[in-house]
């Protein structure tokens, strides 16, 4: 259900036509009954006026209040009139579409100014002394706000003259008509549901047991005459009569007249006892009839008054305890029911001051409504959440396991943490991902620098072989070309030599090889022996000779 601004309808407050508008609408004046923030009417009332149609008979003195809070907002009027400078007029605004109607005491003629007037009492005049409404009055001014479109309404308490008229400001604050949206649609619910009870008995008064006979006993030395046999029958049925198993406040009503009763009972009884016995000294049987009746009548009435005291306590908890169940039951059944949190249902202290059982049950039933849209206005936000991250956040719900801290924040803040976490939870993982390139590609630049040099390495080392082999290789041609003697004489002069290792010069040309390091790289070659590699360079020079 949406409060939106609504259309003047030209009908005259407090016609019949407007009456039966009423009874078609949820009106302004009742908005706080339905969320169980009216002063004057309960819930149930507001419930059971709208199912049945059934509204209170007007009585004269209600009337006279009425006729006089009337007189005094069109004395007032001109006075307001005054304050905003410009002209005022009663509207009734109707949104058929959503089921809502507002009567105002007066718009301005653009809308951006609406009037209210209430008769000044001492509490309304200490409130806006004080600068602020009960929500008795908020609630109703909220849907005037939406109805109407006005800015501001001027909110009057006055008996229609100067002296006595006060007035304040309110502003439009659209973030209070979500609440009453919710206050209209549960009761909408418990309308739908609601089933009409007998009408309402009066208040009750109780009704004491029907009156005994006066006892009568003359006695003189002996009883003369006497109706206490008569007597003593009645009373027994009477008190058999009163009924001790309480309910209603009806029964409790009619307990305490009962518990008066038979204490006046008693001490009648006592006045006849002592009566008899002032005449003559032994009267038994009067005696024991008398104390066998008062007996009787004093368990009664001690009966009586303990169950009076227990059995309205045993109800009180019985409708304390049905109340906490049936919202427990409520809340359980929200489809949000796991991210809810506690909310509080305070029934003890509704129930704090009142007295009959109606009117306990009555304010268990009131803050059952309370309690119940503010569940549903919490339920309202998670849900919202919760589809939107269902929408949003696919494939993403790793992200938000926190969600039951989250869920109950305003749309518009919890779809920014959203958007924030996920594009967070993107760049993070991009920059993971090209981290990861980067480092992969690093170690393949590095692999590929260690291969190619080690096979530039090994290129050359391959190239230094064949080239260090040519050298040999041709300076074994030239030993192999010298005369035999003397090719003999430097190969032994070569193996006396001491065999050292003699530094290579950097960046200098190699020395031709002596014999003795041909012999090794031939003695290496072949897997050989130096000498044996020697001997093969002088057989191979003398046949080169022959």
């Known amino acids: ?38 002063k004057y009417m309960s819930r149930n009332d507001l419930l059971r006026q709208k199912a049945t149609g059934l509204v209170p008979e007007v009585s004269a003195h209600q009337q006279r209040i009425f006729d006089d809070g009337h007189r005094a907002e069109a004395s007032a009027r001109p006075l307001v009139e005054a304050i ?4 005022l007029y009663p509207v009734v605004l109707d949104d058929e579409d959503g089921g809502f109607l507002a009567s105002m005491d007066g718009l301005s003629m653009d809308g951006s100014i609406g009037f209210e007037h209430k008769w000044l009492s001492a509490d309304l005049s200490s409130q806006i002394d004080a600068g602020k409404l009960d929500e008795h009055y908020l609630i109703q001014l909220d849907q005037q706000f939406a109805l109407s479109g006005a800015e501001k309404i001027i909110f009057v308490g006055s008996d229609g003259t100067q002296e006595n008229f006060k007035h304040l400001w309110i502003e439009r604050d659209e ?21 009409p009870a007998a009408p309402e008995a009066p208040k009750a008064e109780g009704k004491a047991p029907e009156s005994l006979p ?53 001490k009648r009884l006592d006045g006849a006892r002592e009566n008899v016995l002032g005449q003559m000294k032994t009267v038994d049987e009067v005696v024991r009839s008398i104390d066998a009746i008062k007996e009787e009548t004093r368990q009664i009435r001690l009966k009586l008054g303990k169950a009076v005291k227990d059995q309205k306590e045993s109800r009180k908890l019985e409708i304390l305890n049905t109340s906490r169940q049936a919202f427990s039951d409520f809340t359980h059944k929200l489809s949000v029911s796991k991210y809810m949190p506690a909310i509080n249902a305070d029934f003890a202290g509704a129930m704090k001051g009142k007295k009959t059982i109606s009117s306990l049950q009555s304010a268990c039933d009131d803050e ?25 956040a696919a494939g993403y719900r790793f992200l938000f396991n926190d969600f039951g801290q989250l869920c109950q924040k305003p749309a518009d803040d919890f779809a920014a943490i959203v958007k924030s976490r996920i594009a967070d939870h993107k760049q993070a993982e991009h920059d993971r991902l090209e981290a990861e390139r980067a480092k992969i590609r690093a170690e393949e630049e590095a692999k590929a620098r260690r291969e190619a040099e080690a096979t530039a390495q090994k290129e050359a080392a391959e190239r230094q072989r064949v080239a260090d082999q040519q050298r040999l290789a041709e300076q074994a041609a030239e030993v192999v070309q010298q005369p035999a ?62």
Not at 175 to 195: C, M, N, T
Not at 381 to 390: A, F, T, W
Not at 521 to 533: D, H, K, L, R
Request: glycine share 4%; net charge negative; hydrophobic share 45%.
């Open 214 to 266: 006066a006892l009568v006993v003359r006695a003189s030395g002996m009883v003369e005459a006497s109706n206490l046999k008569e007597f003593e029958a009645i009373a027994r049925a009477t008190l058999a009569g009163i009924n001790t198993d309480l309910q209603t406040d009806n029964d409790f009503a009619d307990a305490e007249k009962a518990v008066k009763f038979c204490a006046d009972v008693e």
């Open 1 to 38: 259900m949406k409060l939106q601004q609504g259309k003047i309808v030209n009908i005259q407050q407090g016609s019949d036509e407007w009456s039966e508008l009423r009874a078609k609408r949820f009106t302004a004046s009742e908005a706080a009954a339905a969320m169980g923030q009216h």
């Open 368 to 392: 059952m409504a309370r309690a119940k849209i503010e569940a549903n206005e919490i339920a309202g936000v998670i849900s919202i959440n919760r589809d939107y991250i269902n929408e949003a």
């Open 175 to 195: 973030s209070r008509f979500a609440a009453v949206e919710a206050g209209w649609e549960q009761f909408a619910k418990d309308l739908a549901e609601y089933i």
């Open 485 to 546: 003697p003397v090719a003999q004489k430097a190969v032994q002069e070569e193996l006396a030599q001491p065999k050292v290792a003699q530094a290579k010069p950097q960046n200098m040309a190699r020395p031709r090889p002596t014999a003795s390091e041909m012999a090794a790289v031939i003695a290496e070659c072949y897997g050989v022996s130096q000498p044996t590699a020697l001997t093969w360079i002088l057989e191979a020079k003398e046949k080169a000779a022959a």
């Open 84 to 87: 905003i400078q410009d002209d």
